[in-house]
Structures are given as C-alpha cells and as structure tokens.
C-alpha cells in the first residue's frame, strides 16, 4: 500500500501557512529527553530542512532548544521555512502570562533565533488560572494580538493538554492553530473531541508529541525518562503492549505510531521531536515503512486494549459509565473512517 507523502502541503488551518504533513519539534534539541550537544542539534534541524521539511517549532522552555535552532538557521532564506515559539514559559519568567513578559519573551525569541519575525506564537502550558491572565486584562493574549497587527508575529495559538482551556482560547475569536500535546497516539486519542471545533471555527491542529512523549519510539519504553521526567507507570505498561504487538508482526513501533498521526486527516502537521541527524532520518525511514493494509485492519482492537485516558489504566479497561462506553465507541468509529 502506499504510505502518507510526509511532505505534502496541509494548509495550517486558516493561517498563510502551508506546512509539511512532518515537521520539527524542538523539545528533543533541548534536552528533554537526555543531553544534546550543539553539533547533534544543528545536524538535526538542517538534515529536517535537507529533506524538504518546512516548519520548525520551539520554545525558552525547551532548554537552549531556541539557540541551537538559531545556529543552524544562519543563513537559510527566511521565506525557506515556517518557525514558531512560545510564552508563559520562560525559564527567566515561569508562569507569568502578562502581556509585558509576553512581549519581553517575542523578543528575546527573535533574538536567540536570529530572524525578524515569527510565523506562529502559542501560549504556553497555561494552567485554568495562569490562562485566566493571559486571556484577561493585561494579558499575553493582548500582546500577542498587537503582534500579530504590527507583523511581529503572523499567527497566534495554545500549546496544552486540557481542552477545556482550549476552548476557553477558542472562545476569544483570536485563536488560530491548537497544538495538541500526547492526545492522539496509539494509546490515546482523546483528542478527536476537538475535530468538530477546529472544522467549525476553521483553526489549524498540530500533533504534537505523536510518540507519547518517546514511549512508542522504538526505545524499550522502560528506558525512557530522565532524572527530571518520568512518564506514569500505567504509560510504559500501555506501551510494552503496543512494543509487543507490533514485534509479533515484525513492525517497527516507531513506523506505526507516526504513519497513524499522519493517517489522521484532521491534523494539519505531525510533530516529530528528534534530537539528532539519524533521529530525524530514522523517523524519515519509518514514515516510509510498508504497513500492510491488514495492520490497519486490526489495529482499532489493539487501541481498545492499550487506551489510556485521564483515569488510570486499570479504569480504562471497561467503561466507568453509558457515557464513556459512547465516546468509546465514537473514537473507534472515527478511527476505523480514517484507517
């Protein structure tokens, strides 16, 4: 069968930008997942540009994420490429969603990154009260607004788990793109709740952390994590399931997980967070993998086995409720429509 073309344009919901069905995340080139040196980092954003990738996502709370993508962008042509970042989440300011730290955190971006202007801004990570500061009087959401008129910037978003707070972003009439963070994977896919609202309001999705956070990247999922992070034991349980499943048909996890992200329609981009040239080269190869058709076939029972919602593991295993047994069954649904 043939496989999703990664570079094919997708209109980033109603913005000018015509990304790359991949492209680039920086949290990787930070260090989340264990240190990278500068010559790794580099190497990976300019072998994601040698293969024809066009947009590049960031933030301060990458570590120097911002920097060693501004090392390696010296000299590409600015019209070459998209670039996005963050605010509310500057190491320097944590968790300050004021439109003075807003606008003071643009243009420390701007100057770590060596270019004029940003493509897209998201807030943040926002927790329910810091988005209530950044929507409010005052506000990020302020800055970002002028911003964008003064072409500082040319799109604004929300970068976070809690959909709640991305309605609450949408409601302003501002919003342009949500990336979704760790929702739509081989072991969730609550995000598919917002599918309706993006088609409505005409706004652009990002898949972002398609590989929930490393667990399905091939990497025996109880090795991953460092001394600042460690994902949730239920997680690496869910994942050795899917390791397991995919090993008794001889399929990469990292070719499933990424080719399902980029199988989903309503995602305009999949995020992929290599650290280094044969990272981003690895993901390449596995996008290109031949899944058989049978794969997808049977994968919507794998996805009933290994789900992992806001409650534990355990609870996910039968429906706590007529309601949930209903989504349950609207998110198999939708997966089947687009396998």
């Known amino acids: ?3 999703i073309n990664p570079l094919e344009r997708r209109r980033l919901g109603g913005t000018d930008m015509e990304v790359t069905a991949v492209s680039l995340g920086g949290a990787g080139l930070g260090g989340i997942f264990g240190p990278v040196g500068d010559a790794d980092g580099v190497a990976a954003v300019e072998t994601a540009l040698e293969l024809g990738i066009n947009y590049l996502d960031t933030s301060p709370k990458y570590g120097d994420a911002e920097r060693k993508m501004g090392l390696a962008l010296r000299g590409v042509p600015r019209d070459s490429f998209y670039l996005s970042s963050k ?10 969603y004021s439109a003075e730290t807003a606008a003071w955190t643009v243009e420390r971006s701007l100057e770590v990154l060596g270019v004029d202007f940003l493509d897209l801004c998201h807030i943040h990570e926002p927790e329910p009260h810091q988005l209530a500061q950044a929507l409010g009087p005052g506000g990020a959401m302020e800055t970002l607004v002028k911003l964008k008129d003064d072409g500082v910037i040319r799109s604004i978003g929300i970068g976070v788990r809690d959909h709640t707070l991305h309605r609450q972003a949408v409601a302003t009439g501002h919003l342009d793109v949500c990336m979704m963070v760790n929702d739509y994977t081989l072991m969730r896919q609550e995000v598919i709740d917002m599918f309706a609202l993006a088609d409505e309001k005409g706004l652009g999705l990002v898949n972002g952390a398609a590989l929930a956070m490393g667990l399905l990247s091939g990497r025996d999922p109880r090795t991953i994590g460092t001394p600042n992070w460690t994902p949730a034991a239920e997680e690496v349980r869910s994942a050795e399931r ?4 995919c090993a008794e048909r001889e399929l990469p996890v990292l070719a499933l997980a990424l080719q399902f992200s980029l199988r989903q329609s309503h995602f305009d981009c999949t995020l992929i967070g290599a650290s280094t040239a044969a990272e981003v080269s690895g993901c390449w190869e596995a996008i290109q993998f031949d899944i058989p058709e049978s794969t997808w076939v049977e994968l919507p029972t794998l996805l009933e086995q290994v789900r992992l919602n806001s409650a534990p593991i355990a609870a996910a295993q039968e429906p706590r409720s007529s309601g949930d047994a209903v989504h349950r069954k609207s998110i198999e649904d939708e997966v089947r429509q687009e396998q």
């Open 1 to 3: 069968m043939s496989t």
């Open 87 to 96: 605010v509310g989440t500057h190491p320097d300011k944590p968790g300050d």
């Open 242 to 245: 899917v390791h397991e499943w």
